[in-house]
Structures are given as structure tokens and as C-alpha cells.
């Protein structure tokens, strides 16, 4: 059993949480909820004892061994995924990282013989030679190839990455699974296999997420943080929101009687108060008013940030034309010839089972990548603004405050106020606007990055899965965004609705060619013919 005991953290201003008392039994999927930056990834970090509290203790039950899979998906790109998997269990890879760096020496002496033998009794104590295969066998469970072992994570599509991910912190077979936002980076039928794997697990699980469905499926219990707090619910997401909306519903009809008290109570003492004879009874009325509070309604804390682009000037004639690209990747055929062209006011939603041939798409448009073949040209009247899936080189180790941070990116007006205008539009008011990049919260870097593409003014936006890490207020936001948009889009997203009410184009890049359709998503999934044509392209 896992419990924090008046835990309480705060950073500045930020009160994160205040004297909270969870306790999460086995058995239990905990589904734990809350705008971006409420404290959710912070409060994993807790439990997993990464983070000290300022007051307070977390306890686990004796011999229980805990596991984390954490938010930031890219944390281990440069790592083959075996190894991956076996830095699951620290003190294992710790054992074998400074075993082999004793064998490299090339002068080895007494002492080193001795550490030397120290670390093979703890290795074979730990099973570590069996831990190859072990990690072998885990990943073959989750449907990772055995071709894939030695490939490093950054060549991984996002549902493989979360697989090893998952294969990591099961590792060493944990009594209690943390696991911060899993879907994130996942298609329909990776989340579909996720929440089958947790309805199956038997251990206590705490994750978190934004996806409703998601949370439905596989929640016992809800535990929401706001305002400090953690509150505790017994039942899914949908019950979680129905009974929350009717306690508020109770908490206000019960301040409206108050409040016709307080107004009754109140006229009496003015009428009263005067008259000598009834004075005494004015007065207790008015101890009886000093006594009726009302109480504090707080409907929730979840925002709605002001997501508009204005591009700086119309397209012309001329968008983008692609023409014969093709690209090979740790010797796969990511893209093979493709061609396509298109038009200002397209806002085409690029889809398809291959996530990486189209984050390989967009990073070869934006010049990150070159293509092995084939070329692209944007018209002239062009301006592209990007959104990478992975963001993490804009925020790692940066030193900066978000003034700062944004200010990088705003040619024409460096001002604090306009810095700062713009940064409260965005949900970061106050003390908030001067805390590190460094220390942003998922959803919290999602912001950033776009309010710097809403500074760039470009006409075209390219977004490659945006809505990962967003809040339900945060995606409406950047969904009306983008509909209102009056220049172009490239994008990818798993989010149906998202690519429905955004796209008039759908470019669909199969291994046997592109499907390009100028319709509606809806229209584009209901055509059957159409469907069973693309079924046999994958085929
Ligand atoms: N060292 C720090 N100094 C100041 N503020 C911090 C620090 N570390 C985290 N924060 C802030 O604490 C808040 C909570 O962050 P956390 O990552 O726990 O949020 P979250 O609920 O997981 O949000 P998201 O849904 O966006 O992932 C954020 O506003 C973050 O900017
Ligand atoms: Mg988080």
C-alpha cells in the first residue's frame, strides 16, 4: 500500500499541494487528473520519492517496489532499447556500468579485482545474467520484435517507445505502477492494447492523463488536484465529473440560502438596531450574521488560454510543391517518391498508420532533414512556423525565465509588457511569467512553444501531434485556433474531432503510394470504398 501523509509543497507563490492525505490500495487503477501544471507530474515524482516534500512523508508497504513510466517520452533516445529496458532496475545497471568500466581499464589493480568481485556477488544476487533475457522476453510480450532490441529509441515510432517504456518499468515486476500520461504519442489501437493491458494488470496503478475515454476505461478511482488538494473519487472519469458538477450545484443552492438569510438577518438589525426596546434582540441577530460564512466556491481551476494566429501576410498563388521524395532510415523506406502539391487555404491533416514517415515528412520540409531523393519548393509568399513532436531541445537546461524565454522569438516588440501580455494570455500571470523554462510542465511547454508560433506571424503553420500534453481547455483553445486561422496548415494528430473540424484536405501516405482527398475526416472514414482501397494499399 502506497500513502502520503500530510504531504505539502510549494514553489514561490505556487502552492502545489497543502497537507494532503492520499492512500492508494492494491487492486486499484487511481486515475489522477487536473489542468496542466496542477502538480500531477510533480506529485508521481513525490510518491516516487524523486521529490522531497516540504512537509510530510510517503510510506510504501514493506518489501513493495514501485515503478515509474514518465511523461517525457524521449528521455532515453540515445539508448538501445534492451539497455533501456534493463536501466529499469537501477541498481542492476548501476552494477553492470561500473563492472564494465573496471574491465575497460587497461591497467586493473588489486583493488579494482576486489570491487571487481564485490560487483559480481551483487550481480548474480540480483539475477543479472539472466536479465538479458529476461528483458527479451518482457518485450516480446508487449509485441517488440526482436529485430528491434539493438535499434536505438529515437528510431522507434511513439507506440513502440511507450511499449519499451512500459517494458522498463515493469522490469523487476513492481507492485505499484506510476505512469504519467501513456497515451501521449499512441494511435487508437496502441491506447486499445494499453487499457487491455491495465484492466489486466493486477497491481496497483496510478496514471495519469487528459484522455476521458482513456480514463473511463480502465479508472476505479479518480483523484483530481486542484487548489492544493487531492480529492478522492470511487468510480471513473464520467462519474467523477457528474457528481463534482452536483457537489457545486449543492455548495451554490446552499450559499443562496445563506445569502437570503444574511439579507433577512441583515435588514433586521438596520430596522431594529434604532429602536431601544428591540436593540437587544438586533444585537444577537447580529452575532448570529457574524456566524454565517459562506463557503468558499471554487468551481475549478482549469483555464482557457487565448490561442489566435495572425499571419503577416497572404499566401499567393503558390503553397508547397512536393515532388518524388523518398527517404530510407536505419535501412527501412520511410518515404518512397512521393509527390503531391498544394494550395493556399488547404489545411490538410496528414494521416496514416506510419508515424514516423510523416514526423519524417514535416522534418524534411522544414529543413531538418534531408531527403535522399526528390525535392520540395515553397511558394515564395510563404512563412512556416513548426511544431515538433519532440520540444525538449527549446526548454532542456535553459537558464531562462519565460520573459526571457519568449522574448527569442519576438523580433518586433521586446518589451517586458508585451512579453508579459502575451505570456498572460497564455495562463503565465505574475511570478509565474519569471520561472524557469526549464521547470515547465508538459502542457506548460505546449503553451510556450505556441504562443512562439503565434509571435512568428507565419502563413503556414506546420504541427506534428499538438495536442499531446494539452488540457480538454487548452485543446478547445488551440482547435478554435486553427479553425479560425486564415493561412494554411500541415498537421498530424490522433485526435478524431481535432482533424475533423480543422482539415478540408486528407493526405494519407501509405507503402504503396499517397491517398489524397479534398473532404471532411467524417466523410473521408465513412466512405467505405475508399476505405477497403486504402486497407489494400497497407496490405
Ligand atoms: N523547480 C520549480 N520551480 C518553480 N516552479 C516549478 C518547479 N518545478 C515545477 N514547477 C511548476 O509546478 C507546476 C506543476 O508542474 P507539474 O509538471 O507537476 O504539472 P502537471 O500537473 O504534471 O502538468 P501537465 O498536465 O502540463 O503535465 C508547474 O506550474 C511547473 O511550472
Ligand atoms: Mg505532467
Not at 466556491?297 to 501576410?313: D, E, L, T
Not at 483553445?477 to 498537421?491: P, T
Not at 484536405?505 to 489524397?516: A, F
Amino acid at each position: 500500500m502506497l500513502q502520503a501523509t500530510n504531504v505539502s509543497l510549494r514553489y514561490g507563490d505556487k502552492k502545489l499541494f497543502e497537507d494532503v492525505n492520499i492512500k492508494f490500495t492494491p487492486g486499484n487503477c487511481y486515475g489522477l487528473i487536473g489542468a496542466n501544471g496542477a502538480g500531477k507530474s510533480t506529485f508521481l515524482k513525490i510518491l516516487s520519492g524523486e521529490i522531497e516534500p516540504q512537509t510530510g512523508h510517503v510510506s510504501l508497504g514493506k518489501g513493495e517496489r514501485l515503478a515509474v513510466l514518465k511523461q517525457d517520452h524521449f528521455a532515453y533516445e540515445e539508448y538501445p532499447v534492451l539497455q533501456t529496458v534493463i536501466m529499469g532496475h537501477t541498481r542492476l545497471y548501476e552494477v553492470m556500468q561500473e563492472k564494465d568500466a573496471i574491465y575497460m581499464k587497461s591497467e586493473f589493480s588489486e583493488e579494482d579485482g576486489m570491487r571487481a568481485a564485490e560487483l559480481e556477488g551483487e550481480f548474480a544476487e540480483m539475477n543479472g545474467w539472466e536479465a538479458e533475457s529476461d528483458a527479451a522476453v518482457l518485450l516480446k510480450g508487449l509485441g517488440i520484435d526482436e529485430s528491434a532490441h539493438d535499434k536505438k529509441m529515437a528510431d522507434l515510432s511513439g507506440a513502440e517507445k511507450v511499449k519499451v517504456l512500459l517494458a522498463q518499468a515493469l522490469f523487476g515486476s513492481p507492485d505499484i505502477l506510476l505512469l504519467d500520461e501513456p497515451t501521449n504519442h499512441l494511435d487508437i489501437q496502441a491506447i486499445q492494447w494499453l487499457e487491455e493491458f491495465l484492466i489486466n494488470f493486477e497491481n496497483t496503478v496510478i496514471v495519469v492523463s487528459h484522455d476521458r475515454h482513456f480514463l473511463n476505461k480502465v479508472c476505479t478511482h479518480i483523484a483530481d488536484v486542484d487548489y492544493g488538494k487531492i480529492e478522492l473519487y470511487v468510480g471513473n472519469y464520467d462519474f467523477w465529473y457528474e457528481s463534482s458538477q452536483l457537489a457545486l450545484q449543492m455548495a451554490q443552492d446552499a450559499n443562496k440560502k445563506k445569502e437570503e438569510k444574511i439579507k433577512e438577518l441583515q435588514n433586521f438589525i438596520a430596522r431594529f438596531s434604532a429602536n431601544a426596546s428591540k436593540s437587544k434582540q438586533a444585537t444577537s441577530r447580529k452575532k448570529m450574521l457574524d456566524n454565517i460564512t459562506l463557503d468558499d466556491i471554487k468551481p475549478s481551476s482549469r483555464r482557457y488560454p487565448y490561442v489566435a494566429f495572425n499571419p503577416g501576410r497572404e499566401i499567393g498563388n503558390d503553397l508547397l510543391r512536393v515532388e518524388g521524395i523518398s527517404k530510407t532510415i536505419d535501412g527501412e523506406k520511410v518515404l518512397d517518391n512521393v509527390s503531391f502539391t498544394l494550395n493556399r487555404n488547404d489545411k490538410v491533416a496528414f494521416v496514416g498508420k506510419d508515424e514516423i514517415a510523416k514526423t519524417t515528412l514535416f522534418q524534411i520540409l522544414m529543413g531538418e532533414m534531408e531527403p535522399d531523393e526528390g525535392s520540395y519548393t515553397w511558394g515564395v509568399t510563404t512563412s512556416q512556423s513548426y511544431f515538433p513532436k519532440d520540444n525538449s531541445k527549446f526548454f532542456d537546461g535553459s537558464n531562462m525565465t519565460l520573459v526571457e524565454w519568449l522574448r527569442q522569438y519576438s523580433p518586433e516588440d521586446q518589451t517586458e509588457t508585451f512579453l508579459r501580455g502575451f505570456l498572460g494570455r497564455m495562463l503565465f500571470s505574475g511570478e509565474e511569467a519569471l520561472k524557469k523554462a526549464n521547470v515547465l510542465s508538459g502542457g506548460e511547454k505546449v503553451r510556450c512553444m505556441l504562443s512562439k508560433m503565434m509571435l512568428s506571424q507565419a502563413n503556414v503553420l506546420v504541427l506534428d501531434e499538438p495536442t499531446n500534453h494539452l488540457d480538454l481547455e487548452s485543446i478547445t483553445s488551440l482547435n478554435n485556433g486553427l479553425i479560425k486561422f486564415k493561412g494554411s496548415i500541415l498537421f498530424t494528430s490522433h485526435d478524431q474531432q481535432f482533424i475533423n473540424s480543422i482539415a478540408n484536405r486528407l493526405i494519407e501516405i501509405t507503402p504503396k503510394g499517397i491517398v489524397d482527398k479534398e473532404i471532411s475526416y467524417d466523410e473521408y472514414v465513412a466512405d467505405q470504398k475508399l476505405q477497403k482501397e486504402i486497407a489494400s494499399m497497407y496490405a
